[in-house]
């Protein structure tokens, strides 16, 4: 098991309301809730900036190819 560590965090009193509704009509402990919705925060975002980053890179791989075109239209000028 992973090591884990205490930690208070101040909520709404409506969110506490459904935390509570949840764990009870889920049978499921208010912790095991609240940590699967941090992990399914933290995963969605994880995969954003991941995304993100492949966004960036291909827009760069594709200004690199048009200024590299520009390279070839100057060789077949040269050799007319």
Not at 18 to 38: G, V
Not at 39 to 49: A, G, L, N
Not at 53 to 80: K, P, V
């Amino acid at each position: 098991m992973e090591q884990s560590i205490t930690t208070s965090v101040r909520i709404p009193v409506s969110l506490k309301r459904d935390l509570d509704f949840l764990a009870l009509h889920q049978h499921l402990k208010k912790n095991q809730i609240i940590i699967s919705a941090l992990r399914e925060y933290t995963q969605k975002h994880r995969v954003k900036r991941l995304q993100d980053e492949i966004a960036r890179q291909c827009a760069r791989a594709n200004t690199a190819d048009q200024e590299e075109a520009g390279w070839d239209e100057l060789a077949e000028e040269s050799w007319a």
